[in-house]
């Protein structure tokens, strides 16, 4: 018998989860089985329960101190794991990777700079910088690649433009990129001054063997103009915790970034945060290795599911299998033409795509152009779940 029990189902309402709380808010309805923001519907680690009970067991919650623990305990992880050396003086603790996007944008650039995302892409990529009066540009992924050629010209054209931030592996697509791709980016960026902002909180979910390359670590111009941020959240299921971390090897980065975040203390975990992190990245693998194997089955299982969904001879959904994380890119365009009737899709016609999904399927997943305009006719699954969460059906379309 399996150590964990993946199958389980926990009834998550009424537990804070905004995954249940806001599903009336976003999908007008609460009778539906949320697929969408990305945590897992897994019960954490009991490890990391286990050390914690000792902590709100004591019953006193005073004043917080980094355990001696944690940036070994994370340097650790990342060198085991990706295989990358990494020095502690490199580390800080980041109180979530959203936030420290926000704090490197905040101090790293000014009102009216510009930023490149590579959409489509995680949503807040483009939103933080937007909310703090930056400039956002995009360089759409092409045929699911970065395309560089693409950056290099329109960082020439629109320069300077002051900070890139790249998703490795890509969310909502699960692409690891290529090492090629990476040194070349790097050179890319390096040579036009524009800072890599590298979020990998998806990199320790490689799916089907794979294997995750860090950026900075692929060439020393990644190392001298690069911002790293992981955390233990997604892989360990404690993004509650806001726990996460940044690495930036170069100190003339390093050290002003640093000061700042401590002047203002954003770089001080709680004890949540700090004992979450060292007890997931020293005890937490094969929990974590279980749920990939878990969640390489919930994947073929809507291959499967998706591969007999068709109608006049087309597959109308095909999902890109993601080959990190657990989140799935579904392309539902051959799906989108059916319900709208023709074949050149528009943007006021995902409001068919997100129909369908909620009130015939009855799933909430995330609608695609919230990633971007390049989403029109995708949607994005959560398959961190007990595989009976994903045995809807679907219904069949005229
Ligand atoms: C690429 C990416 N970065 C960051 C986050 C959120 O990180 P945090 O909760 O630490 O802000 C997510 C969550 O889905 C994500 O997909």
Known sequence: MDRFNFD???????????????????????????????????????????KL????????????????????AIAQWLLQEHGWKVDCSWISFIPGIVRGIGLAVNFFTKPGDKVVVQSP?????????????????????????????????????E????????????????????????IQL????????????????????????????SFASVSEKAAENSITFGAPSKTFNIPGFASSFSVIPNPKLAKPFYEWLEA?????????????????FTEGKPWRDAALRYIEKNILYLEDKFAAFRAGGVQLVKPVRP????????????????????DDLKP????????????????GLNTGVMFGPEGLGYMRLNAGCPRSMLEFDLPEVK
């Not at 203390?265 to 945060?273: G, I, K, L, N, Q």
């Not at 080959?323 to 023709?342: E, H």
């Not at 006021?348 to 799933?363: G, I, P, R, S, T």
């Open 186 to 213: 790097a050179e890319i960026c390096h040579r036009h001054g524009t800072l890599v902002i590298a979020d990998e909180i998806h990199s320790d979910l490689c799916l089907w063997g794979n294997r995750n390359i």
């Open 159 to 182: 320069g300077p433009v002051k900070m890139l931030i790249l998703c490795s592996p890509h969310n909502p697509g699960g692409y690891l990129w290529s090492r090629e791709d990476l």
């Open 323 to 342: 080959q990190s994380s657990y989140l799935v890119w579904l392309d539902c365009r051959d799906l989108l033409r059916r319900l709208a009737g023709k």
């Open 53 to 72: 009970e000792e902590y709100v067991n004591s019953g006193i919650y005073g004043y917080d101190a980094e355990p001696p623990q944690m940036k070994p």
């Open 264 to 280: 203002n203390e954003f770089s001080s975990p709680s004890v949540f945060a700090s004992v979450g992190m060292i007890t997931a």
């Open 348 to 363: 006021e016609d995902q409001a068919l795509l997100e129909d369908y999904f909620v009130n015939k399927v009855k799933v």
């Open 8 to 50: 389980e189902i926990i009834d998550r309402r009424n537990t804070y989860s905004v995954k249940y709380q806001a599903l009336k808010a976003l999908f007008g309805r609460e009778d539906i089985t949320p697929l969408w923001v990305a945590d897992m519907e897994f019960r954490s680690p009991e490890c990391i329960r286990a």
């Open 121 to 157: 892409v995680y949503h807040p990529f483009t939103n933080v910088p937007k909310g703090n009066g930056r400039i956002v540009l995009r360089n759409p992924l092409k045929d699911r690649k970065m395309d560089l050629d693409h950056l290099d010209s329109m960082l020439t054209a």
